[in-house]
C-alpha cells in the first residue's frame, strides 16, 4: 500500500523501520493472570494465533488494535496500516454523524457541524474545477450545508492568531538568547510531520528549538470548541469539529492528547478530511462543484470582504517566514521591511533571507521544505553551525501546496503544472495584514484577556514530547 502520510513520517537515518510483515512496536499492557501453568501459542495457517494450554485446549486469540491516538508515527504503522489507523479520521464518519443528525427524533438532540476550510485546498479544488479559490469556498460551503453541515469555516482566520503568536514568541526569544542556548533558532510547528519527526527521532535536543505555538488547525479547535461553544450556549462535545486539510499528517496533529479535553472527553478537531477526500464525497453524492449555488462561508471565523476570501502574503505554507521576518525587523531594528529577497541555496526548497545594516547581519532566516533540507538543518544544529535566527519547517517538498491529502494530477496532466496553477490561485487572494485584523484584535481582547494568562496560553500554544525508543530483535538489520 502506497503511504499519504508525508515521507518525513516514512524515512528516518535510524534503524527503526517497521516493514508490512512486522509487527506494530506500540508496546501493549497485558494484564497477568493467577495460575502457574504455561500457555504457548501458536500460529494457524490463516495466520491466527491461538494459546494452547497445558490441558490440551485452544483458546483462539484477539488481536491488539492501535488508534491514530496511539501512534508513535513509527513508518511501519503509517505505511502498512494507515487503513486501520484513520478509520475515526475519514470522511466515512463525517457522513455518518450527519446521518445520525437526519435520523434523530425530537427527543434526541443532535450535534452541531462545523467544518473548518484550509486555503490550501479550495485552491486544490479551485485548480480542478477551473474556478478562482474564494469561488470554490463559496461552493463547498453550499455543498457541505446541504449534506446538513451548519457553519462553514475558514483556517485563514485562526492563521492570523497562529502568525501573531509566533511574531511575539520570536521577539521574547530573540530577546534571551544569551541566556537560552536553545532560544534560536525558533522552527516552526505548523507542520505535523516535521513534529512527529523530531518528537521520535531527535527527541529531547531538537524540541526546545520548536515553537510552541499552535498551527492554524489547532487554533481553530480552541476557536471552536471553546469561544464559538459558548456563544452557542453548547458544551464542546455537543458540536463534531471538522477540518479540511491538504496533507494527511494533520490527522496525526488532532489525535494528539495534547489537543483533548478532559473536562468534556471530547477532541478539538473531531475529524480530519484532506481536499481528495472531500472530491470523494462530491463523486459519491453524483455532484460537480461547477454546477453548485455559491453560498457564503459563515463570518464569525473567516477572512471575508464581500465575496471574496482573504489570505496571507509570504507563499502556500502560512507565510510564518514572510511576517516574523518584517515584524522582527521593525521590533527589534527599527527597520521597514516592504519585500523580502529569498536567495536559492542548495536546491530550490532551502531558500535564506537576510536583514543587513552596515555590512552587518542582523537577522537570517530560512525556509527549509522535504526531508532532505530539514535532515541537513538538524544535522547542523548537532554540530553547532546552523547560522541562522528563524526557520520555516515544512515536511512536503515545495510545501503546503504540495500536500499529500491534494489533488492529484489528471492522467496526461503534469504534476509541476498543476503545482503552477494551486499556486497561482492560490496567491491570487488579497492578502491581509495580521495586525490589522480588527476581528481578531477584539477576540483577543473579549475571549482572551477574559479567561486568563494561563488558559490564554493554553489555548493558543501547545507542548511537545521525546517519544522513548523501543528496541526490537525484528528491526535489527542481519
Request: net charge negative; with cysteine; proline share 4%.
Amino acid at each position: 500500500m502506497s503511504s499519504n502520510f508525508s515521507s518525513v513520517l516514512q524515512l528516518t537515518d535510524l534503524d527503526d523501520f517497521i516493514t508490512p510483515s512486522q509487527a506494530c512496536i506500540k508496546p501493549v499492557k497485558l494484564e497477568k493472570k493467577e495460575g502457574a501453568s504455561v500457555a504457548k501459542i501458536q500460529i494457524e495457517d490463516d495466520g491466527t494465533y491461538v494459546q494452547i494450554n497445558r490441558d490440551g485446549g485452544k483458546q483462539k486469540l484477539e488481536k491488539a488494535k492501535i488508534t491514530l491516538n496511539d501512534c508513535l508515527a513509527c513508518s511501519g504503522c503509517v505505511t502498512s496500516a494507515e487503513s486501520v489507523l484513520i478509520t475515526q479520521q475519514s470522511h466515512d464518519e463525517l457522513f455518518k454523524v450527519l446521518r445520525n443528525n437526519k435520523q434523530a427524533d425530537a427527543t434526541e438532540r443532535k450535534v452541531l457541524v462545523v467544518v473548518s476550510l484550509s486555503p490550501q485546498c479550495r485552491a486544490s479544488l479551485a485548480a480542478r474545477y477551473g474556478l478562482s479559490s474564494s469561488e470554490t469556498g463559496r461552493r463547498l460551503a453550499s455543498f457541505l450545508k446541504g449534506l446538513g453541515v451548519h457553519h462553514v469555516f475558514d483556517t485563514g482566520f485562526s492563521r492570523t492568531f497562529s502568525l501573531l503568536e509566533s511574531q511575539r514568541e520570536f521577539i521574547q526569544r530573540f530577546q534571551k538568547k544569551e541566556q537560552d542556548k536553545t532560544a534560536l533558532p525558533m522552527l516552526t510547528s505548523a507542520c505535523p510531520g516535521w513534529i512527529c519527526y523530531a518528537e521520535k527521532t531527535h527527541g529531547e535536543f531538537v524540541l526546545p528549538y520548536i515553537s510552541t505555538t499552535r498551527s492554524p488547525q489547532q487554533m481553530m479547535g480552541s476557536l471552536v470548541k471553546d469561544y464559538f461553544a459558548e456563544q452557542q450556549g453548547l458544551e464542546p462535545h455537543e458540536i463534531y469539529h471538522v477540518t479540511v486539510m491538504p496533507c494527511y499528517d494533520k490527522k496525526l496533529e488532532a489525535s494528539r492528547p495534547d489537543f483533548y479535553l478532559n473536562e468534556t472527553e471530547t477532541r478539538e478537531v473531531d475529524c480530519v478530511i484532506t481536499a481528495g477526500e472531500v472530491l470523494q464525497m462530491l463523486e459519491e453524492e453524483n455532484v460537480s462543484l461547477s454546477d453548485v449555488e455559491p453560498a457564503p462561508l459563515d463570518e464569525m471565523f473567516s477572512n471575508v470582504c464581500g465575496d471574496e476570501l482573504l489570505s496571507h502574503a509570504g507563499g502556500g505554507s502560512g507565510g510564518y517566514l514572510h511576517h516574523v521576518f518584517i515584524h522582527a525587523a521593525k521590533q527589534l531594528f527599527g527597520e521597514e521591511v516592504k519585500a523580502l529577497t529569498y536567495k536559492p541555496l542548495r536546491n530550490k526548497d532551502f531558500q535564506e533571507v537576510t536583514l543587513e545594516k552596515d555590512g552587518k547581519v542582523l537577522l537570517r532566516f530560512a525556509a527549509a521544505y522535504g526531508f532532505r533540507n530539514i535532515q541537513n538543518l538538524v544535522q547542523k544544529l548537532k554540530r553547532g553551525k546552523s547560522p541562522y535566527h528563524f526557520v520555516e519547517v515544512m515536511a512536503c517538498p515545495s510545501g503546503s501546496l504540495n500536500g499529500g491529502g491534494l489533488l492529484k494530477p489528471l492522467p496526461g496532466q503534469d504534476s509541476k503544472e498543476l503545482l503552477r496553477q494551486v499556486e497561482e490561485l492560490y496567491m491570487a487572494e488579497r492578502p491581509i495584514v495580521p495586525e490589522e485584523d480588527a476581528r481578531v484584535a477584539e477576540l483577543y481582547r473579549s475571549w482572551l484577556q477574559s479567561v486568563g494568562e494561563q488558559r490564554a496560553r493554553e489555548l493558543l500554544h501547545t507542548q511537545y514530547h521525546a517519544v522513548e525508543k523501543f528496541t526490537s530483535g525484528l528491526i535489527i538489520k542481519w
